[in-house]
């Protein structure tokens, strides 16, 4: 007698959140979290840079000026940003395959535009990602220069300048395009992180939803492939 086979796995949702400093990334990462499971999915939260493993210990000290690395020249903190993502990405591939989704808290898209908004050029930003694990969704937390003006509160990390956040914004639209012009529309949302922190957290939790719905489980594929 054969015995009663397991129903698979459903693959967990790979979500990340992108935006400049101060867009409540970080707030609506913790209610994205607090929804998933609410619904019954386990989740996990995630962080890039991640400062805990051996290169994101660097970047942690290049962020806070301690180091320099590579100097204006932003390519080799480029290619750290990037490395840090490999380090982390069997880790996460593992979790989604077991069914646990992953909400991440910035991706290689704040890597392509922060290191666009310094002048480096596309061709040479984009191959370190290629083949990381796909998002299911990327949602963009949108703010405009003078509301990220008005809540100030920058610290005195690296890039916490009121004009490059502007060039960087610029440069996150270009990206947004970029990501469905390669993997299809519906792939990128952009929201109005000017709300209130309900509005915001209400406005992604449809989207999620939706996605939700729709795929059940999240996609197998690799980013910029
Ligand atoms: N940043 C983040 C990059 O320049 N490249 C990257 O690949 C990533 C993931 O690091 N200003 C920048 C964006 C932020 C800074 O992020 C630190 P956070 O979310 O403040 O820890
Ligand atoms: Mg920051």
Redesign the pocket.
Known sequence: MSTPSQPPTSRGLFIVLEGL?RSG??TQCELLIQRLQAQGRPVKGW???D?TTSTGIL?DRY?RKEVEIGGEDGRA??LL??A??WECSTAIEALLASGTSVVC????F??????LAKGLDASYLVPPDKGLPLPDLTLFLSLSTEQTKLRGGFGD????LVEFQAIVKGKFEWVGEEVERVHGAGKWKEINAGGTVEEVKEAMGRLIDELASREGGGVKAKLWT
């Open positions: 400093d990334k970080s962080k890039f840079p400062r970047i962020l903190i480029h940003f990037s840090n993502r808290d910035r991706y290689a704040s890597g392509l535009a922060f290191s990390e690296r890039y916490e």
